[in-house]
């Protein structure tokens, strides 16, 4: 615990204009951004007596090791610096709202030749127009059920439409009416282009337009005697009125507008919004925060707006945003939104009428909305807490282990060698900063020495770390490495990946600091480089922060092997613990007989739900590199020949095998191939000749292929191999 006199500003650097703050801790990671008006009272504020602060607050500036800043011109630039580096930063004493769910949009991929209405979730993407977000996906689809019938869009995926238009034949819904076909040239691709808009017009609330001229449709057919199609038109008709009873209206005025509402205690505040367009709920999202300082209702709010719109632009920022409480200042935050927008936009409190009631049937699902994730969460926090404390009971600890990193092996008899690292922050999975590993430090299958080879890398690379920052001086305990690559041992390309295709987080974070133009200062006031060109940039590095605890899959030898590994290194304090599959012992350096917990045990089931999940990872990192090395094919040797013109390839000779037996001008006949590529496919071909064939010496047969049997690249593949029958992963 840092004392905040250690690291506070000399009187007179702190400038006393705009600006954005940021405190860090002993190992330089961002632990919280503020913005001010006046940086040099603001932060005076966090240098007071301790007693006097907010308990949150007391626990930040006793974490921080130091403070530093950034000068900006304007509020408003200040306001959309803070974003970013929250953003960026993930910092862990920041105000951060966690959606309670991922809440699924009615989205159209306008952005395609024949656009599409399905069902979407998470980031949004460019030139997909979406509404909602909805509660349930069921919601989504009752409405677009209905809806169908009047518009009949696109809804199949890529694959159903190219098989659709290469055997001329349309899915059910083509059949019944609810899709126009394109896939078979009902339609034409502008045809179906305005049927798409027609229901994004429909869906943004312009709903009588289409009413009334399917009234006029059906006077005209029952004037003629058209009397099925009047039939149809009024069924029609009576689908349209049922999607819009789904979305009552609640603002008689056809407003477009957000409703903010904010339920909040001393702990924990819940924010609720609802997303009226043309007079009607079209969506509603919920977020539930925990109060690390402390903060009024108006900090909430913003903290919520930014949130909301900080990555969206034009419509969707709505003319008008109504909320509990304003900001403190308002006029730079709805300087902010007018400049998302692109228009002026209206950030009050509403007084009286339908938007008043309307926000106070809002503030009712904020406050049931923190009721109910208290009920849960004290659920969760209790079970966790206990099992940290039975953990660091069983195994001998000073205190319960708060990051808890698992290591696991898998292979196929010896075959594609990987690991795993997964890292348990507080009890709970932290996804981003799991990682994974090839084992290249020697061929073949030895769990104990591949994790003695992933321990040091590992920790060869924190140490390495350390180094840079300075908290670790002495050259030896490993840090050079003996194998070569310099300072820890760098984990570069194959050596060490991210996490399964999810964004780095917080740990791994690419992209600039800042926005160029802000001066940089330290607490001393003296500049530092630009953002993203130092090492120490404030960023969390891969391997930067140690765990209390290191559990491995594995029996004695395995925690020997990594106990092993952290004393090569000289580290020291931190513990090692492996949990054996068989018994579900829990096994420590140096002990010849198990900890056994009881079956009941809530440490136990948590040690369990780790190892479980590095196992998981690391085998769905094995099968992906097994189906990929299955998978491969000499042309994938062959520079700029691209997935399209391997298919190519393939199709026009009908196999690998014929390929290999074409000459050059062959070759040459498919489209796009020119004389230089097929002669670098020859030779490619030829260097990966296939071995002779096998023949049974019992026999004489010669064994050939089963037909049928080949691979995406063309290969055969023999469909009994023993090693796949046999083989197990581990």
């Given at each position: 615990?840092?004392?905040?006199?250690?690291?506070?500003?000399?009187?007179?650097?702190?400038?006393d204009s705009?600006?954005?703050?940021?405190?860090?801790?002993?190992?330089?990671?961002v632990?919280?951004v503020?913005?001010a008006?006046?940086?040099?009272?603001?932060?005076a504020?966090?240098?007071?007596?301790?007693?006097?602060?907010?308990?949150?607050?007391?626990?930040?500036?006793?974490?921080?090791?130091?403070?530093?800043?950034?000068?900006?011109?304007?509020?408003?630039?200040a306001?959309?610096?803070?974003?970013?580096?929250?953003?960026?930063?993930?910092?862990?004493?920041?105000?951060?709202?966690?959606?309670?769910?991922?809440?699924?949009?009615?989205?159209?991929?306008?952005?395609e030749?024949?656009?599409?209405?399905?069902?979407?979730?998470?980031?949004k993407?460019?030139?997909?127009?979406?509404?909602?977000?909805?509660?349930?996906?069921?919601?989504?689809?009752?409405?677009?059920?209905?809806?169908?019938?009047?518009?009949?869009?696109?809804?199949?995926?890529a694959?159903?439409?190219?098989?659709?238009?290469?055997?001329?034949?349309?899915?059910?819904?083509g059949?019944?009416?609810?899709?126009?076909?394109?896939?078979?040239?009902?339609?034409?691709?502008?045809?179906h282009?305005?049927?798409?808009?027609?229901?994004?017009?429909?869906?943004?609330?312009?709903?009588?337009?289409?009413?009334r001229?399917?009234?006029?449709?059906?006077?005209?057919?029952?004037e003629?005697?058209?009397?099925?199609?009047?039939?149809r038109?009024?069924?029609?008709?009576?689908?349209?009125?049922?999607?819009?009873?789904?979305?009552?209206?609640?603002?008689?005025?056809?407003?477009?507008?957000?409703?903010?509402?904010?339920?909040?205690?001393?702990?924990?505040?819940?924010?609720?919004?609802?997303?009226?367009?043309?007079?009607?709920?079209r969506?509603?999202?919920?977020?539930?925060?925990d109060?690390?300082?402390?903060i009024?209702?108006?900090?909430?709010?913003?903290?919520?707006?930014?949130?909301?719109?900080?990555e969206?632009t034009?419509?969707?920022?709505?003319?008008?945003?109504?909320?509990p409480?304003?900001?403190?200042?308002?006029e730079?935050?709805?300087?902010?939104?007018a400049?998302?927008?692109?228009s002026?936009?209206?950030?009050?409190?509403?007084?009286?009428?339908?938007?008043?009631?309307?926000?106070?049937?809002?503030?009712?699902?904020?406050?049931?909305?923190?009721?109910?994730?208290?009920?849960?969460?004290?659920?969760?926090?209790?079970?966790r807490?206990r099992?940290l404390?039975?953990?660091?009971?069983?195994?001998?600890?000073?205190s319960?282990?708060?990051?808890?990193?698992?290591?696991?092996?898998?292979?196929?008899?010896?075959?594609d060698?990987?690991?795993?690292?997964?890292?348990?922050?507080?009890?709970?999975?932290?996804?981003?900063?799991?990682?994974?590993?090839?084992?290249?430090?020697?061929?073949?299958?030895?769990?104990?020495?591949?994790?003695?080879?992933?321990?040091?890398?590992?920790f060869?690379?924190?140490?390495?770390?350390?180094?840079?920052?300075?908290?670790?001086?002495?050259?030896?305990?490993?840090?050079?490495g003996?194998?070569?690559?310099?300072g820890?041992?760098?984990?570069?390309?194959?050596?060490?990946?991210?996490?399964?295709?999810?964004?780095?987080?917080?740990?791994?974070?690419?992209?600039?600091?800042?926005?160029?133009?802000?001066?940089v200062?330290?607490?001393?006031?003296?500049?530092?480089?630009?953002?993203?060109?130092?090492?120490?940039?404030?960023?969390?590095?891969?391997?930067?922060y140690p765990?209390?605890?290191?559990?491995?899959?594995?029996?004695?030898?395995?925690?020997?092997?990594?106990?092993?590994?952290?004393?090569?290194?000289?580290?020291?304090?931190?513990?090692?613990?492996?949990?054996?599959?068989?018994?579900?012992?829990?096994?420590?350096?140096?002990?010849?007989?198990?900890?056994?917990?009881?079956?009941?045990?809530?440490?136990?089931?948590?040690?369990?739900?780790?190892?479980?999940?590095?196992?998981?990872?690391?085998?769905?990192?094995?099968?992906?590199?097994?189906?990929?090395?299955?998978?491969?094919?000499p042309?994938?040797?062959?520079?700029?020949?691209?997935d399209?013109?391997?298919?190519?390839?393939?199709?026009?000779?009908?196999?690998?095998?014929?390929?290999?037996?074409?000459?050059?001008?062959?070759i040459?006949?498919?489209?796009?191939?020119?004389?230089k590529?097929?002669?670098t496919?020859?030779?490619?071909?030829?260097?990966?000749?296939p071995?002779?064939?096998?023949?049974?010496?019992?026999?004489?047969?010669?064994?050939?292929?089963?037909?049928?049997?080949?691979?995406?690249?063309?290969?055969?593949?023999?469909?009994?191999?023993?090693?796949?029958?046999?083989?197990?992963?581990?």
């Amino acid at each position: 615990m840092a004392d905040p006199s250690s690291y506070r500003p000399k009187p007179g650097e702190i400038p006393d204009s705009p600006g954005v703050y940021r405190f860090r801790d002993e190992h330089r990671r961002v632990i919280y951004v503020g913005k001010a008006k006046s940086l040099r009272q603001r932060l005076a504020n966090y240098f007071q007596d301790l007693a006097g602060l907010h308990p949150r607050t007391r626990s930040m500036v006793t974490t921080a090791a130091s403070v530093e800043w950034t000068v900006v011109s304007t509020e408003v630039e200040a306001l959309q610096l803070e974003y970013s580096w929250i953003k960026e930063y993930d910092p862990r004493f920041n105000v951060k709202y966690r959606d309670d769910k991922s809440y699924p949009y009615l989205a159209v991929t306008m952005n395609e030749e024949y656009p599409r209405v399905q069902v979407m979730r998470g980031h949004k993407k460019k030139g997909v127009r979406y509404f909602g977000p909805y509660a349930h996906a069921w919601a989504i689809r009752d409405t677009v059920d209905l809806l169908l019938r009047v518009f009949p869009v696109r809804t199949c995926s890529a694959g159903v439409f190219k098989n659709a238009a290469r055997t001329g034949r349309p899915c059910l819904l083509g059949y019944i009416g609810k899709c126009s076909a394109p896939c078979v040239d009902r339609v034409s691709a502008e045809e179906h282009r305005e049927l798409a808009d027609e229901f994004c017009d429909f869906m943004t609330g312009r709903t009588q337009t289409y009413i009334r001229r399917l009234e006029r449709q059906m006077g005209e057919a029952a004037e003629e005697m058209e009397y099925e199609r009047a039939a149809r038109l009024r069924d029609d008709i009576e689908a349209l009125k049922k999607a819009m009873e789904k979305n009552a209206v609640v603002l008689a005025d056809a407003t477009d507008a957000d409703l903010i509402a904010v339920a909040e205690d001393e702990l924990e505040a819940a924010v609720q919004i609802f997303h009226v367009r043309g007079g009607r709920v079209r969506g509603q999202r919920g977020w539930v925060t925990d109060k690390v300082e402390e903060i009024t209702t108006g900090a909430l709010v913003e903290h919520a707006l930014q949130q909301l719109y900080g990555e969206e632009t034009g419509d969707a920022v709505p003319k008008e945003v109504l909320v509990p409480a304003l900001p403190d200042p308002v006029e730079p935050v709805q300087e902010w939104l007018a400049g998302r927008r692109g228009s002026g936009v209206s950030l009050r409190i509403p007084q009286r009428g339908d938007k008043k009631a309307l926000m106070e049937t809002v503030q009712r699902n904020a406050q049931q909305a923190l009721v109910l994730h208290k009920t849960k969460r004290a659920s969760d926090l209790t079970t966790r807490s206990r099992a940290l404390e039975e953990i660091a009971d069983a195994l001998g600890l000073d205190s319960a282990p708060l990051r808890i990193e698992c290591y696991d092996i898998s292979h196929l008899q010896g075959d594609d060698v990987v690991a795993s690292m997964v890292v348990f922050e507080d009890g709970l999975a932290r996804k981003s900063e799991y990682r994974r590993f090839q084992i290249k430090g020697f061929a073949g299958q030895d769990d104990v020495r591949s994790m003695h080879e992933v321990i040091t890398r590992r920790f060869r690379r924190y140490l390495a770390e350390k180094e840079k920052t300075g908290e670790w001086t002495d050259g030896e305990n490993g840090v050079g490495g003996e194998d070569g690559r310099g300072g820890a041992g760098t984990l570069a390309g194959p050596d060490a990946l991210t996490g399964p295709g999810a964004p780095a987080g917080p740990d791994v974070l690419t992209g600039p600091e800042a926005p160029a133009g802000p001066d940089v200062l330290t607490a001393s006031g003296a500049p530092v480089a630009p953002a993203g060109l130092t090492e120490d940039d404030g960023r969390p590095k891969k391997f930067a922060y140690p765990p209390q605890l290191v559990v491995v899959d594995g029996g004695a030898p395995q925690v020997a092997a990594a106990r092993r590994a952290l004393d090569e290194l000289g580290i020291d304090d931190i513990a090692v613990c492996g949990l054996a599959k068989r018994l579900e012992e829990v096994w420590l350096p140096g002990d010849d007989d198990p900890v056994i917990l009881p079956r009941t045990s809530e440490g136990l089931y948590m040690l369990q739900r780790v190892r479980d999940e590095a196992h998981r990872f690391a085998i769905t990192y094995q099968r992906a590199k097994r189906s990929k090395r299955f998978r491969s094919s000499p042309l994938d040797d062959v520079p700029g020949l691209g997935d399209t013109r391997k298919q190519a390839l393939l199709k026009h000779f009908g196999s690998l095998k014929r390929l290999r037996s074409a000459t050059i001008d062959q070759i040459c006949e498919v489209p796009g191939i020119g004389r230089k590529t097929a002669e670098t496919i020859v030779v490619a071909l030829a260097r990966s000749a296939p071995a002779a064939p096998a023949v049974n010496t019992a026999t004489g047969e010669i064994m050939e292929e089963e037909p049928g049997t080949m691979g995406s690249s063309g290969e055969p593949v023999r469909t009994g191999a023993p090693d796949e029958r046999r083989g197990q992963e581990t």
